[in-house]
């Protein structure tokens, strides 16, 4: 699927999961080299940027933000095309900020409500501010959910935080391992857009890595954060178990005297002492409760319980 806009003499080139005819006739139309052409075809795990004679070739992953749909720590890749009036993006899945975009461009191409920029490469701009914003807000929400463990942990629901956590962790990876390459690659691309675009562009260049580094800040603020948590929880939710255990083991010493003495008045001998005696049975009851008081008073002054 193909859809093309248009703004004060830039083109917009939006391609998703584009079959052959439609990227060869995009190739025609921007003469695009055949191996840039095939790469629009197949994803590819490798982020990239490459410069051409009249354009630039990047190719970035960005995370998966819907719950459904997360099958892969790759992300979802989305490649650009930007040349000097055109540029061109395709993606082999929705990707919603970026239609998102597609949709607030449109408008302001429509009512020509905004001033955009000289070349393409002010679209790019906007478009990436736009997705790193977008991961920038789904970072907030892991943020308020881990704020929201750390309330239920401390509030006496440790062994309920654990796979909280766990899933907590697992949208994280998918943002690093999504994003972990592109300080590498938008480097290389703001050297190279400089040459491209000129130096009047190396600052929206130097802001463009400036807001992927503050996500990637954003993301290892709420991985230091979740780490410290676990910590915290799995500490308390060992603290319970060993509570557990310690519990249990007071329990089987307090009834093993008992168990001891019954143990003996039920031996087959040819005499055992108190048995047949009057008030034989609470005698021996009041011993096993006895022996039983003084082992819990014995615990209780060596502070065991």
Same mark, same amino acid.
């Given at each position: 699927m193909?859809?093309?806009?248009?703004?004060?003499?830039?083109?917009?080139?939006n391609?998703?999961?584009?079959?052959?005819?439609?990227?060869?006739?995009?190739?025609?139309?921007?003469?695009?080299?055949?191996?840039v052409?095939?790469?629009?075809?197949?994803?590819?795990?490798?982020?990239?940027? !490459? @410069?051409y004679?009249?354009?630039?070739?990047?190719?970035?992953?960005?995370?998966?933000?819907?719950k459904?749909?997360?099958?892969?720590?790759? #992300?979802?890749?989305?490649?650009?095309?930007? #040349?000097?009036?055109?540029?061109?993006?395709?993606?082999?899945?929705?990707?919603?900020?970026?239609?998102?975009?597609?949709?607030?461009?449109?408008?302001?191409?429509i009512?020509?409500? =905004?001033?955009?920029?000289?070349? %393409?490469?002010?679209i790019?701009?906007y478009?990436i501010?736009?997705?790193?914003r977008?991961?920038?807000?789904?970072?907030?929400?892991?943020?308020?959910? @881990?704020?929201?463990?750390?309330?239920?942990?401390f509030n006496?629901?440790?062994?309920?935080?654990?796979?909280?956590?766990?899933?907590?962790?697992? !949208?994280l990876?998918?943002?690093?391992? %999504?994003?972990k390459?592109? #300080?590498?690659? @938008?480097?290389?691309?703001?050297?190279t857009?400089?040459?491209?675009?000129?130096?009047?562009?190396?600052y929206?260049?130097?802001?463009?890595?400036?807001?992927?580094?503050?996500?990637?800040?954003?993301?290892?603020?709420?991985?230091?954060?979740?780490?410290?948590?676990?910590?915290?929880?799995?500490? @308390?939710v060992?603290?319970?178990?060993?509570?557990?255990?310690?519990?249990?083991?007071?329990?089987?010493?307090?009834?093993? /005297?008992? =168990?001891?003495?019954?143990?003996?008045?039920?031996?087959?001998?040819?005499?055992? /002492?108190?048995?047949?005696? /009057?008030?034989?049975?609470?005698?021996?009851? %009041?011993?096993?409760? %006895?022996?039983?008081?003084?082992?819990?008073?014995?615990?209780?002054?060596?502070?065991?319980?």
């Amino acid at each position: 699927m193909i859809k093309r806009y248009t703004y004060k003499g830039l083109v917009w080139v939006n391609m998703e999961s584009p079959t052959e005819e439609e990227v060869r006739e995009v190739m025609k139309e921007f003469s695009l080299h055949p191996i840039v052409g095939e790469e629009l075809l197949v994803a590819t795990s490798k982020p990239k940027v !490459d @410069l051409y004679k009249n354009y630039i070739y990047l190719i970035l992953h960005f995370p998966t933000l819907s719950k459904e749909e997360k099958d892969s720590h790759t #992300g979802k890749e989305v490649d650009f095309v930007v #040349g000097k009036d055109f540029i061109i993006t395709t993606a082999y899945d929705t990707v919603e900020p970026l239609h998102n975009f597609s949709k607030i461009f449109e408008v302001n191409a429509i009512l020509d409500k =905004s001033e955009i920029g000289e070349h %393409a490469g002010f679209i790019f701009y906007y478009m990436i501010k736009k997705l790193y914003r977008s991961m920038g807000q789904e970072l907030d929400h892991i943020k308020a959910s @881990l704020h929201s463990a750390e309330s239920h942990i401390f509030n006496g629901k440790a062994k309920k935080m654990v796979r909280e956590l766990s899933d907590i962790g697992h !949208d994280l990876l998918d943002f690093k391992q %999504a994003t972990k390459s592109h #300080g590498e690659v @938008l480097e290389s691309f703001a050297v190279t857009g400089q040459k491209f675009f000129g130096t009047d562009f190396s600052y929206y260049l130097d802001d463009i890595v400036s807001e992927y580094r503050k996500t990637y800040h954003g993301i290892e603020s709420n991985k230091d954060f979740l780490t410290e948590l676990r910590e915290t929880n799995d500490s @308390l939710v060992s603290t319970q178990q060993n509570e557990v255990v310690k519990n249990l083991t007071v329990m089987a010493f307090l009834t093993l /005297p008992a =168990s001891l003495i019954a143990s003996i008045f039920n031996m087959s001998t040819d005499y055992l /002492p108190i048995v047949g005696q /009057p008030g034989d049975f609470w005698i021996i009851i %009041a011993i096993m409760l %006895a022996t039983s008081i003084c082992m819990f008073a014995y615990f209780k002054h060596k502070d065991w319980i």
